[in-house]
């Protein structure tokens, strides 16, 4: 598929670009635009097949096929025969080189209307005031690169790669649960790397649960609630690890 795609001329580009275009416009009828943006950022229109009356859609893994398959693939197909033609059914390709710059893909945000969280002046000084917690708990040893990827974790480490390059907007809240020794906690570090890393901008809090249940108490007990939670309000990313501790 990557093949065909660095063959199409400037027309076929266009074409299929106005195509993702359109199809996101009028799933942004039915849905939350920012669940659209959530799992469709990344997810291109890559051919028109006419004689099989199919639009096949780029995917970048397999988990968001999934994810289209169970929330999307009714409307989507819906609005392939609105926007295109009638008779058209959609089918998915995985292609893990679709990144943002990828020709074939549109400004969502744009097209949406999605308007970026304005900043306040408490977000500028929530890391000093967390500063005890901030970023301590990451250590650099666990990372996507050294993850053992296995078939009983492949989707969660698929979803954990995603909230790493899409932080705070994709799979959002992600919950990943399962047996002891299987990576849990490996792989919440290794957002929280790779988030530090590619997105020094966004503000990080990591907890083990127990130590986010003593703020709370502790924020309670002082007559500081209201203040902890717009402190939590200005995080880009909660993450709290062993939350089974909550109930």
Do not use: W
């Amino acid at each position: 598929m990557l093949d065909i795609i660095s063959t199409y001329t400037p027309e076929t580009i266009s074409l299929l670009r106005r195509l993702r275009e359109q199809l996101l416009v009028e799933l942004g009828k039915s849905h939350d635009p920012k669940k659209i943006l959530s799992f469709l950022s990344k997810c291109c229109v890559v051919s028109i097949q006419e004689d099989e009356k199919t639009v096949r859609v780029g995917v970048p893994n397999e988990f968001i096929v999934q994810q289209l398959k169970k929330f999307f693939h009714t409307d989507l197909q819906r609005a392939v025969q609105e926007v295109h033609a009638s008779g058209y059914k959609v089918a998915y390709s995985t292609i893990h080189e679709l990144g943002e710059d990828h020709p074939l893909h549109a400004d969502v945000k744009r097209l949406l209307h999605i308007e970026e969280r304005p900043k306040t002046q408490l977000e500028t000084t929530v890391k000093d005031e967390l500063g005890e917690y901030f970023g301590i708990l990451f250590e650099k040893k666990y990372k996507f690169d050294n993850f053992v990827v296995g078939s009983n974790n492949q989707l969660a480490h698929a979803a954990a790669k995603a909230v790493s390059e899409e932080p705070g907007t994709v799979y959002n809240p992600l919950f990943i649960y399962g047996d002891v020794g299987l990576g849990k906690t490996h792989l919440m570090q290794a957002i929280g790397n790779a988030i530090i890393t590619d997105h020094p901008e966004k503000t990080v809090l990591y907890l083990p649960t127990s130590k986010f249940i003593d703020k709370v108490i502790f924020a309670i007990r002082h007559g500081h609630l209201n203040r902890f939670m717009e402190q939590l309000e200005q995080i880009d990313i909660l993450m709290l690890d062993d939350i089974q501790f909550l109930a």
